[in-house]
């Protein structure tokens, strides 16, 4: 079997950890590009690449790469998924994955006509835990799904030109730590929810600093998702059911959760290990593009970048 390339697309610092933490044991990591070369040679230098590449061209051209890894900002992102799908590479491309739905659409019908994998590195939808979880409430001993609470809570310094605050960079809350709360909530939906409500508090550059959503689906199931980039909050989430609740703790990458039944019993649930949470990425990335799994992922990653569309709608209405 031919042993699987990877490429990183952006050397900020998700890519320093995604190549420092690189477990080069199903697949390789052997280039990197930037817009300068000498950044890109710096970087190849301290994670021990054989390839640097001053262009995103001149890596897409390197045949001996097969999977594109996108660390660009959120703006950025569909216009080089789109590029990579069309040199013939696998794309793993950072959370969120596109700004749009129409965005991420035209990006899955390139993928599926050039018979590629397009995925985005969600840790969520990667970490054993969460299908663990998911194979616990497939088996009905929880009962229905009643409700979820999903906050996120991050302080960010109140520069207007750091890229959590410039709108020219897609910055906002939603579209960074709001990604991991809405895919939390949608993994436990049992079906697609709508925005039933969705209110906003922007920063002085416009992108949305604070929010709090209600999300509903024809099941009746609710979730509530608040953000804010001003604030701390435990990344605490909760998944109530009929006959108990789960809470998991710092959920964009746990290993464990906790399970309380209405009769006073508790379990303590746990798989994965939480420092391994880019591996699992890689890892599931290398089993898709072999056919040992399916692309499940891409499914709930649509569903969200829908929800993130709902919810600016709505605050476009209201603002």
């Not at 979880?133 to 999903?150: E, P, T, Y």
């Not at 509903?216 to 909760?238: D, Y």
Request: charged letters at 20%; proline letters at 4%; glycine letters at 6%.
């Amino acid at each position: 079997m031919i042993e699987l390339q990877w490429g990183i697309v952006g050397l900020g610092g998700i890519a320093h950890s995604f190549a420092e933490n690189f477990d080069q044991t199903t697949s390789k990591l052997t280039a990197c590009a930037s817009r300068t070369l000498e950044k890109a040679e710096e970087f190849a230098r301290q994670y021990n690449l054989p390839k640097a590449y001053g262009s995103y061209d001149e890596l897409l051209a390197d045949d001996d790469i097969s999977i594109i890894y996108i660390a660009v900002p959120n703006r950025q992102h569909h216009q080089h998924i789109i590029q990579a799908l069309e040199a013939g590479k696998h794309v793993l491309c950072e959370k969120a994955i596109t700004m749009t739905l129409a965005e991420l659409q035209s990006a899955i019908e390139l993928a599926e006509q050039k018979q590629l994998i397009l995925a985005e590195a969600m840790t969520i939808f990667n970490m054993p835990l969460y299908h663990e979880l998911h194979a616990l409430m497939d088996s009905g001993r929880l009962g229905d799904l009643k409700m979820i609470q999903a906050p996120f809570g991050s302080y960010k310094d109140p520069d207007p030109t750091n890229r959590f605050f410039n709108p020219e960079l897609a910055g906002g809350a939603l579209l960074d730590i709001g990604t991991y709360a809405v895919s939390f909530a949608r993994w436990f939906l049992s079906e697609q929810p709508e925005v039933i409500a969705s209110t906003m508090i922007p920063f002085s550059t416009g992108v949305d600093e604070q929010s709090v959503t209600i999300l509903r689906n024809e099941k009746n199931e609710l979730a509530t998702v608040s953000l804010t980039f001003q604030a701390k909050m435990p990344k605490k989430g909760i998944v109530a059911f009929e006959n108990g609740y789960l809470t998991i703790d710092e959920y964009p990458r746990a290993d464990k959760a906790e399970l309380f039944f209405n009769d006073g019993t508790t379990e303590l649930i746990e798989s994965g290990f939480s420092g391994n949470a880019m591996n699992y990425e890689i890892e599931n990335m290398v089993k898709m593009i072999q056919g040992e799994l399916p692309n499940k992922s891409l499914f709930f990653t649509k569903d969200v970048i829908d929800i993130l569309d709902q919810m600016q709608q709505k605050w476009q209405r209201t603002q």
